[in-house]
């Protein structure tokens, strides 16, 4: 049963360019991010999938460094970077990552994937309806239904957000939907601005030089006895990048 991890990484970015190769505890956030994913017992691959843009030269010549395996793709058209990757490397179910994400946690990795194979499912994530921090989530799909999202797709939106179809059209698909009690979605540790980088900043020199090994209840009890870390970048909102997205598409004519 082949799992492979595509991470998605770019080094353009509209609100902090350059943010997977900022250095966090003097290394790029990005080699951080993979060294906690591959804590994860149930992946046999990490692969980067990044664009053709000459920017990303660096992103390529850091997974050659790290021996991680590198596509390189559309920039805007992820959805296809994604499915032209899932063709190089082929596997069965495809776990989908985002290079914003330094703190991910690998055993919620492996649970996630625990959920999608018991239940036979075409997609299942833990962010369908959040319950863990902005940062934690993790996206798994058959090659099936990423292929089929592939070749129907046709919102902007979808084209940019890989598994946006898949959400939009939930009764050509079986889903499943991983849930965690206490609800916690009310964190933010996914890396957009410059006060989310600080904050991860923070959390990462705390916990230094333990950097892949630190868990979400470490984290949680670290912001319960500094309180004042979590109004570093309480002021933003989830999935900004989408919203955006659904604006080009009504303007395209969408929805």
Known sequence: MSINVILQARFSSSRLPGKVLKKIVNKPMLALQIERIKEAKLID????????????????????????????????????????????FPSRHIVRLTGDCPLIE??????????????????TSN???????????VEILT??????????????????HVTQYILNNEELFNFANYQHTPDLSMHRWTVDEPEDFELIDKIYQH?????????????????????????????FNRNQGLATSKVLDREQGYD
């Open 207 to 235: 916990f230094y030089p333990n950097t892949s090994h630190f868990t979400m209840e470490d984290i949680l009890d670290l912001l319960t006895k500094q309180p004042t870390l979590n109004d570093i970048n309480k002021k």
């Open 45 to 88: 691959k990490i692969i980067v999938a990044t664009s053709v843009n000459k920017d990303d030269d660096a992103i390529e010549e850091l997974c050659r460094k790290l021996s991680i395996s590198c596509y390189r793709g559309s920039l805007d058209d992820v959805l296809d970077r994604y499915w032209q990757t899932s063709k190089q």
């Open 143 to 160: 090659k099936a239904a990423l292929g089929k999202s592939w070749q129907q797709a046709e919102k902007p939106s979808e084209r940019e």
């Open 106 to 123: 690998p055993c919620i990795i492996d649970q996630v994937i625990t959920l999608h194979l018991a239940q036979k499912a075409d997609y």
């Open 127 to 137: 962010c369908f309806t959040p319950c863990l921090p902005d940062g934690l989530d």
